[in-house]
């Protein structure tokens, strides 16, 4: 092992395929569902949830509320998952929803595709503490001790031309959670640059929030939003 010097020239064999360009124009076809209090949105990979700091580039946010007027982002998805995100307007609807978060009350569903063969049993339960990566700042890494607990429900579908669904029920909400559980057992998202090898060009990352289901109270009915699966799964 040797460390790098000034000077030093460094080669890549592989560079990373370059990621496409996010959209820049709010598209009605993203939308799943428009409330009075709420709007379900199919977030399409490669668009920032909401704005990064000291960076221009465009956001679901920003976008949605250009269209719609005022709105809050209640959660958020990675940069390059897809799926239901829901933004809300002012008001009682984000108490609720943020009662529902916190007792673990909202269901979430996820698809994910992975290669076979893999070591995943046709259904189980990841249970394990996740913490920052020392390596690298844009990654978290399984750890023995500290950290956060991070448990996901799965079950394996089906299974075409080498690659498989796999369903994914987070019980909990950490950076990166599934992507790292599912490479922590061996079997990487496809299309994950961070926790899978390099992918080929123009491939994304086969994550998707298929289905957000919120909890009747005695305020607001029961409700569930669902974005349909993306060509390539």
């Known amino acids: 092992r040797s460390e790098v010097q000034n000077g030093d020239r460094l080669e890549i064999a592989c560079p990373p395929a370059p990621k496409a360009p996010p959209p820049v124009k709010f598209n009605d076809a993203w939308i799943v569902a ?19 700091r000291f960076s221009p580039t465009s956001n679901l946010l920003e976008l949605a509320s250009a269209r719609f007027g005022e709105l809050i982002l209640f959660h958020r998805l990675d940069r390059d998952t897809s799926g239901v995100v829901l933004l809300t307007r002012p008001g009682p609807i984000n108490k609720y929803l943020d009662a529902a978060f916190k007792s673990h009350t909202i269901v979430k569903e996820y698809v994910a595709v992975v290669a076979t063969p893999h070591r995943l049993a046709p259904s189980g339960v990841i249970d394990v503490r996740l913490g920052p990566d020392p390596k690298r700042r844009d990654r978290m890494t399984v750890v023995e ?24 029920w987070p019980q909990t909400g950490r950076t ?7 490479a922590h057992l061996g079997s990487p998202i496809l299309g994950d640059r961070l926790y899978g090898p390099p992918p080929p060009e ?13 909890p009747a109270t005695d305020e607001y009915p029961a409700r569930s939003f669902t974005a349909p699966l993306p060509e390539g799964f």
């Open 176 to 182: 990166h959670q599934l992507r790292l559980h599912l």
């Open 34 to 52: 428009e409330e009075a209090d709420l709007i379900a949105i199919n977030k399409p990979a490669g668009l920032l949830s909401e704005p990064k």
């Open 202 to 214: 123009n491939q994304r990352l086969l994550l998707h929030a298929e289905r957000l289901e919120l």
């Open 145 to 168: 001790r500290g950290g956060q607990r991070a448990v996901t429900r799965y079950a394996l579908e089906s299974e075409v031309n080498g690659r498989q669904r796999v369903r994914l």
